[in-house]
């Protein structure tokens, strides 16, 4: 297994500011991802964290919305900029382990709640 | 675009069995995972199958049949504490160039009752 610390945990923040959230794990891992889960709905892929190149975002997001880093194998940040109250939810990042049984398998951080006013 | 159903909610009885449905249609499969996910806290990972059949993990057994796009989470002996959204989930090979993302079903409330 990994352990996965996101910080913040929650956040407050105003319209049109922007925000980044940060993932760590406790071992290098070759994917990582970042996850939204909008209230009361499931989660939803925005994007693979790339280790020294350029994430690579699903359908509906863009990379000037939410600009991400992968500095190392063991890190990433997720930013969610010019932020508006529809982007209040739960961003969660995730890693991918080979688990014996498995191919592989995505443990999740404890996300990071963010509410935009 | 991806398809995956699940029942929005369930009500089950503390010590009974209850089984929660899948059903997916995607443009490419591999694997499927079953998530728990307490309000308010990250999902736990519960099983994988990426072969037709029944996999089995104390109270918890999870089925795959790919030919049907049909998969179920199989809880026994259920506990209060099982209270809890039950998510289903594809891996699909590259989705949107993301490799073994996934891509989550809305997942199923699950409440136990004394």
């Known amino acids: 297994s990994a352990v996965i610390s996101q910080k913040p945990s929650r956040d407050i923040c105003q319209r049109g500011t922007s925000l980044t959230i940060q993932c760590q794990v406790d071992s290098q891992v070759t994917m990582m991802f970042w996850y939204r889960q909008q209230p009361g709905q499931s989660l939803t892929l925005i994007a693979t964290?790339?280790?020294?190149?350029?994430?690579?975002?699903e359908s509906g997001f863009v990379i000037d919305k939410f600009p991400i880093s992968r500095p190392n194998l063991t890190f990433s940040t997720l930013t969610v900029s010019n932020m508006s109250p529809e982007d209040s939810s739960i961003y969660l990042c995730s890693v991918e382990l080979p688990v014996a049984g498995a191919d592989n398998e995505q443990f999740f951080g404890p996300g990071t709640r963010l509410t935009v006013l | 675009g991806q398809n995956i159903d699940q029942p929005t909610e369930m009500t089950a009885t503390e010590g009974a069995i209850v089984q929660i449905n899948c059903t997916y249609q995607t443009s490419g499969f591999n694997g499927l995972f079953w998530y728990q996910q307490h309000a308010g806290e990250a999902p736990t990972f519960l099983s994988y199958?990426?072969?037709?059949g029944l996999e089995e993990k104390g109270r918890f057994s999870s089925f795959l049949s790919r030919s049907k796009g049909y998969s179920y989470l199989l809880l026994k002996e259920l506990q209060m504490k099982d209270s809890a959204s039950y998510l289903c989930a594809v891996s699909l090979p590259y989705s949107g160039g993301g490799a073994d993302g996934l891509t989550f079903g809305k997942g199923t409330h699950l409440i136990i009752q004394p």
């Open positions: 964290a790339n280790q020294g190149s350029e994430a690579t975002y």
């Open positions: 199958n990426v072969l037709d």
